[in-house]
Nanobody
Framework: QVQLVDSGGGLVQAGGSLRLSCAAS????????MGWFRQAPGKEREFVAA????????YYADSVKGRFTISRDNAKNTVYLQMNSLKPEDTAVYYC????????????????????WGQGTQVTVSS
């Protein structure tokens, strides 16, 4: 089982940027497709972005396409989410997660397709 620790959240003005990090331990992150999800108060957890184990394939929710970039550094056992042009509606707790199926990413990209989760990091975008 891989253990994940999310970091990098904070308070930023609309139009600003943040970079989230997800540090893995226990097993190497290269064994997993990885994803980022977010959950706003009173809402269900929703998919944000995912990346294949090699980094060759990436997937994005329509709401963040063109503004967010997911990347990974397997040598550092870390996955990143660069968030630019942030909007108030991006406010949420952000979680990284490892695919339940190891290197395979199920392209339905549901939270139930992912196993290990980070503890979450709060992102607040003010208008």
């Amino acid at each position: 089982q891989v253990q994940l620790v999310d970091s990098g959240g904070g308070l930023v003005q609309a139009g600003g940027s943040l970079r989230l990090s997800c540090a893995a331990s226990g097993r190497t992150v290269s064994n997993y497709g990885m994803g980022w999800f977010r959950q706003a108060p009173g809402k269900e957890r929703e998919f944000v972005a995912a990346i294949s184990w090699s980094g060759e394939r990436t997937y994005y929710a329509d709401s963040v396409k063109g503004r967010f970039t997911i990347s990974r550094d397997n040598a550092k056992n870390t996955v990143y989410l660069q968030m630019n042009s942030l909007k108030p509606e991006d406010t949420a707790v952000y979680y990284c997660a490892a695919s339940k199926f190891g290197r395979l990413i199920i392209t339905t990209l549901r939270p139930s397709d992912f196993g290990s989760w980070g503890q979450g990091t709060q992102v607040t975008v003010s208008s």
